[in-house]
């Protein structure tokens, strides 16, 4: 095993690892959503297919910030 495999198995356990967390943090009491978010950034260090999934999920937050802050001025 090369030094960038062993970099990429322990980005891998360490990013599943968080994400995990915030997926069982959805059910219990604690910030699920920011944990899922840090479990993708550390995953998105390393894998690409993390990326894409970060930038969906930002993407989605910031077009669900605009329609609530276009919807409270029209009010």
């Known amino acids: 095993m090369t030094i960038q495999q062993a970099k990429?198995?322990?980005v891998l356990v360490i990013g599943?690892?968080?994400l995990m967390l915030g997926?069982?943090?959805l059910l219990l009491p604690g910030p699920g959503i920011v944990t899922i978010?840090?479990?993708?950034?550390?995953?998105?260090t390393e894998f690409v297919w993390a990326r894409k999934l970060l930038k969906r999920f930002k993407d989605g937050a910031n077009n669900l910030k605009n329609s609530?802050?276009?919807n409270s001025t029209k009010t």
């Open 37 to 44: 978010v840090a479990g993708l950034a550390i995953l998105a």
């Open 8 to 10: 990429r198995l322990i």
């Open 23 to 25: 997926v069982v943090m």
């Open 16 to 18: 599943l690892t968080v």
């Open 68 to 70: 609530i802050f276009s």
